[in-house]
């Protein structure tokens, strides 16, 4: 009973977090899901799938079609919707989950999960997994650095099986920096004079939204955090101590963020907007960068239809908060099977669809983002300028990659708050160091 009131607790904390991935409005109708009803052991694959303007039902569509065509005699049912994950809670607090899940969207504490032993743990079964219809296993063919693993308990587990590579960072549109005969700026001293000498009142020079600012932390914040050195970041990016919060290194970022934060100019009016009114925004020149992750123009070119500004060339770019170096903190969007679920045997079969080349293409296509396989594009015509771009700048040797498959917890939405804060003048660099450890703290009590 302790340990259910625990994960109860900490379920209800969660939902005020803010996960760092895509989040938006949803084109598909939510799914009813009955709290109470039990999942039965039967032949069947009940799936859970958050779905978001920027990753869609589409890309889900299509891989469940090519399993239920191979397994008439399963009955699938997936639930989509962008409030799938809190309608699901009561399941997974009960024993009760369904078979396979998305882990991506806002109300999913994967860190409560793990606590628990609520995911199914992949290392065993990669061992001699092969992708559906291929003579190869899934471990040769997928790069599985950014598979998520869990290091805190007792034994390292693979619990997130990698789909496509996620990456914030910042975003220009070329276009207007062509115009304006503007340079974009790499590191700090360039991103300062920017502001100081390009930057006005109605061309600002970052806007992200103040809703969702882990969108600044992700995509400007880390890279600098990150630059510090490989084994610094992995305190941080998992949470390892709370020490790593009050550090001299920690601070100093800190320190330059607010610094920027104080500089007339330096944002656009940010504190009332979500995500997607923040990316208008920016798509109508209000400021010259833009925090946010690959899937940018797929979701844009959603939500704005025939209004999506076509003028715009949007260009990614990694973030100008560095000292030296060019930095892009890689992740990927992942998902799991629950270790309780009643059809697991099917699930794992659906898993194996997801590497299949087909599928990899059209995830590609959907997301606007990198697969984790080798996808061959050459032949296709209907792949954007951006989606170019971004595939060029992921492959620049001059930038170093630092791949995030970590998990610092409830720690996100401390910082997220924080940063806000911090530019508003409300929080001083110590105070907001000090609310990490107090949270910190929390999850460790």
Sequence with gaps: MKKLK??????????????????????????????????????????QINTSSSYTREMWDYVISLYKKDHPNVKVTPYFGNTVNKQFQNKWRNGNPPDFVFLDGNNLDKDTMLKEGLLY????????????????????????????????????????????????GMWYDE?????????????????KAFTK???????SSIIFPGAYSGYLVQGFILPALAEKGDEFFDRVENA????????????????????????????????????????????????????????????????????????????????????????????????????????????????TYLYRDDVAKRFVKTTGSLSVVPVDLSGDTDISETFKNAQAVLSDTSYKQVIHVGSWGNIDSAFNDGVNSLIKGEMTVNEFCQSLVERWEQMHA
């Design 197 to 203: 000498n390009k930057a006005t009142s109605s061309c």
């Design 6 to 47: 625990r994960f109860i607790a900490l379920l209800l904390f969660a939902c005020l977090a803010f996960t760092a991935v895509a989040c938006g409005s949803n084109t598909d109708p939510d799914t009813p899901i009955d709290p109470d009803a039990p999942l039965t052991e039967t032949n069947e694959l009940t799936l």
């Design 175 to 191: 276009a207007l920096f062509t115009q304006k005969g503007w340079s974009v700026p790499t590191n700090y001293s360039e991103l």
């Design 121 to 168: 743990d992949f290392t065993e079964w990669l061992e001699t997994a092969t992708v559906n219809g291929e003579d190869v296993k899934i471990k040769d063919k997928a790069n599985l650095n950014y598979a998520f693993k869990n290091t805190n308990g007792s034994k390292t587990i693979t619990y997130g099986m990698p789909l496509v590579i996620s990456s914030y």
């Design 240 to 351: 390892k101590d709370k020490e790593v919060f009050t550090s001299a290194e920690f601070k100093e970022v800190m320190n330059r963020f607010v610094e920027f934060s104080k500089l007339t100019n330096a944002y656009a009016t940010w504190d009332d907007k979500d995500h997607i009114d923040a990316q208008k925004d920016w798509l109508n020149g209000k400021a010259a960068l833009l925090p946010c992750g690959l899937w940018l123009e797929s979701e844009m070119v959603k939500q704005l239809g025939d209004e999506f500004p076509t003028a715009v060339k949007m260009r990614y770019t990694s973030s100008p908060l560095v000292e030296n170096q060019k930095i892009l903190v890689t992740s990927a969007v992942t998902c799991g099977i629950a270790s309780q679920a009643k059809n697991k045997k099917n699930a794992l079969d659906f898993m």
